[in-house]
């Protein structure tokens, strides 16, 4: 093949592996990482043949040009700098939980059912034996004699109930995440933990309950990060079981990838925010501060949430921002 003949037939590839050099990488789909890289290679090996080739200096020039850019996009690809990150936490993701349905249907399931369940299990009078029934007799028992006793300044003593919270919520959030593929067992198991936790949030707030006031004292700073992760977990895990089915247009394969790369975002929020309750349970929570602190905490972490969510969350017109679409 002649080298006029040979320069015709890879300048298009040259110059669409130039455009995405060009392109920012936040803009890039996988779809284009997978074609930068086939791209890339084939760059590569024009460059090494071009002296067998008879290539123009001036096309060797350039290929040598595109190769270096090439590479310093490939390699400099795994590094996330400063403003990425900026961008990531203050734009991306906050839009990304307010937009999305899979978090509109999460929320609703679990703060839905833990708001009935805390009501049902609250008034006693009007259905008898509900917490009771929900709960279980036993784990009952096991409340009233963890929170007989009032915070006394001994956060030893609390240790092992914060460790267990941690424990047992999270692995909550991460079976919700991991069960997101087949949907209906995500919002059943959502749905189930709703209804434990409301329960026992309605028991221990009847007045008849004497441990009650010790344990809205060590759950009312840390509940709103907690709670909220957990739904975002299943918010997440929805998301990408939604990929299989919603592929508008595409393959199922690049539809569930596709989807994977739109939850990032709730999965991370999720994770800050269990690191968060993580921290207030260890340290707040069991303390021995004033009642009246934990609470404007836990009003402080819902007011910052909904800013964070819903202002800064707030969908912003122009390219890179679709919101639109299961």
Known sequence: MRAAELVEQRRKAWFELDELC??????????????????????????????????PPATIDYLQRLVARSHSRLYSSNSFPVSTWYRFVTQTAPRAVFSDVCVRIAFCVFFGMFSIAAFLGWAEGIFPNFAE??????QIEQFETMYAAPMDGNQDRYIMAAAYYIQHNTSIGLECFALG??????????A???????????????ADVSQGDNFFQFVTA????????????????????????????????DS???????????????????ILAAFTEG???????????????????ASGLMFYFCIMGYPVEGPGNETKGI
């Not at 029934?133 to 036993?138: D, L």
């Not at 593929?181 to 959502?190: A, D, Q, R």
């Open 22 to 55: 060009e392109l920012p990488l936040a803009q890039w789909r996988p779809q284009q990482a997978m074609r930068f890289a086939a791209l890339y290679r084939a760059a590569c090996t024009d460059l090494a043949m071009s002296d067998q080739l008879g290539l």
């Open 133 to 138: 029934n929900i709960i279980g007799q036993e």
């Open 181 to 190: 593929t087949l949907i209906i067992p995500t919002i059943v198991k959502l």
């Open 192 to 206: 189930y933990n709703a209804l434990v936790l409301g329960a026992v949030f309605g028991y221990m707030a009847r």
């Open 222 to 253: 840390h509940g709103v990060f907690e709670l909220t992760a957990i739904a975002l977990s299943a918010a997440a895990g929805l998301r990408m079981g939604f990929g299989w089915i919603f592929t508008n247009g595409l393959t199922r394969l």
């Open 256 to 274: 569930f990838r596709k989807n994977t790369e739109r939850a990032l975002p709730l999965i991370f929020v999720s994770v800050v925010l269990f």
């Open 283 to 301: 340290f707040i929570s069991p303390s021995p501060l004033p009642y009246f602190f934990k609470i404007i905490w836990a009003i402080g972490s």
